[in-house]
């Protein structure tokens, strides 16, 4: 133990001394009026998801390929790509990865090829030189405020990516006060050099009752201090994942994109995984999560019975979508229900004019074989969300 560790033990619980009043009488506080401080406008690394300058945590359970997911955002900030909803990464920039979890060599920067990531821009943190020049471990909790010339001497980070989050903490993660203590480095670091913090964590196992946000494991000041929280989530013997806003203090917090980790080669042959990215995805972090989370035989069973419905309806042709809501409603299915059985079945929405509106029709193969039943594995991701339709709501 430490000196530093061994006096914070020795004076835990131990209430301060008050400040003498002559002293605190020399004390003052600080008002600023509102009208003298410049608005500026959130800067937006992944816009409406992540910010520069603001801690985001990713939590899910095991298997949800959080690192993968999360390397793939380090592979379109540093090579200017694509983000998941289809939002143009506006700059390259520098990206640091601390990890306790994953070796650099044999999975992360594997990863990283597969990701597509400019390695020149991808810092991976390994350790710390002392003042004796002698090479040590690096530990977040106690050298945190190391990064800070570090990043300067690289010209800046866009995103600093923390895996897991839980090992910055100082002391027990359950408990608030240290939590805030110790994240507060990291907000003040993501502050100072408009850097994106981007920390790994996982679900408190039994927590799937809660909402997603109140899930993520530990004290629940990891929530309250980051500026947004997302939450991936897979199926249960599915390759079905998905990702969502379950909290945003400084943006929309509906919504989420569909994604599977596929299983690559690069370099000599050397095998790794990536993320390929799906269809938006519509509705509450808690919609979303129970959707793929309680998938099972039950839910599809109703999703085929769903497909038949569709299949038997539009069999004779196109059917206005507002006929299609009314029989589906008397039918008793739930319009998201409707709307993935569309989308498995690759049901097209067509503008037929302005008096007549949307209808549904049936692909060409479809309506050769109106009896098929086009399960997930016909229609893969796809066939497990509700999505967006660029055009109006009437022809999702």
Not at 150 to 158: D, L, N, R, T, Y
Not at 164 to 184: I, Y
Not at 239 to 250: E, F, T
Request: proline residues 5%; negative net charge.
């Amino acid at each position: 133990m430490s000196g530093g560790d061994r006096f914070a033990k020795e004076w835990e619980g131990v209430t301060p001394l008050p400040v003498p009043e002559p002293i605190k009488r020399l004390w003052r506080a600080e008002l600023t009026p509102a009208s003298t401080i410049k608005p500026v406008a959130i800067r937006w690394l992944w816009p409406g998801w992540v910010a520069r300058g603001k801690l985001t945590v990713l939590a899910g359970a095991g298997g949800s390929g959080k690192t993968t997911l999360a390397i793939g955002l380090i592979g379109t900030v540093t090579n200017c790509g694509r983000w998941p909803d289809g939002e143009i990464c506006s700059e390259p920039g520098n990206a640091l990865i601390w990890s306790s979890e994953d070796d650099p060599a044999d999975t992360l920067v594997p990863r990283l090829m597969a990701a597509g990531a400019d390695l020149a821009r991808v810092h991976i943190i390994e350790g710390r030189v002392n003042s004796a020049g002698e090479r040590e471990p690096f530990d977040p909790a106690a050298d945190f405020d190391l990064l800070r010339d570090a990043v300067e001497q690289i010209g800046g980070a866009s995103l600093l990516l923390l895996d897991p989050v839980v090992n910055v903490v100082k002391g027990d993660m359950h408990r608030a006060n240290e939590v805030r203590r110790s994240l507060q480095s990291v907000v003040d670091f993501a502050e100072a050099h408009q850097c994106a913090v981007l920390g790994i964590s996982h679900f408190s196992k039994g927590s799937g009752a809660s909402s997603p946000a109140d899930r993520v494991i530990g004290s629940q000041a990891f929530g309250a201090l980051a500026r947004a929280v997302l939450v991936a989530a897979k199926q249960e013997d599915s390759d079905v994942r998905v990702l969502a806003r379950a909290k945003s203090n400084i943006a929309d917090d509906q919504g989420g994109v569909g994604y599977v980790i596929e299983p690559c080669t690069v370099g000599d042959g050397i095998e790794t995984t990536r993320v390929l990215w799906g269809d938006r995805i519509e509705g509450s972090a808690r919609e979303i999560l129970a959707e793929v989370e309680s998938a099972g035989d039950e839910q599809r069973s109703e999703h085929e019975d769903a497909e038949h419905f569709l299949l038997d309806l539009l069999a004779g042709g196109p059917v206005p979508v507002k006929q299609v809501k009314a029989d589906a409603n008397g039918a008793g299915y739930a319009w998201r229900t409707i709307e993935r059985a569309k989308k498995s079945l690759g049901v097209d929405a067509v503008k037929v004019g302005m008096k007549e509106g949307w209808v549904w029709q049936l692909g060409v193969e479809d309506r050769q074989e109106s009896s098929k039943t086009a399960t997930v594995l016909n229609g893969g991701l796809r066939g497990e969300v509700a999505v967006f339709d660029e055009s109006d709501s009437e022809a999702v």
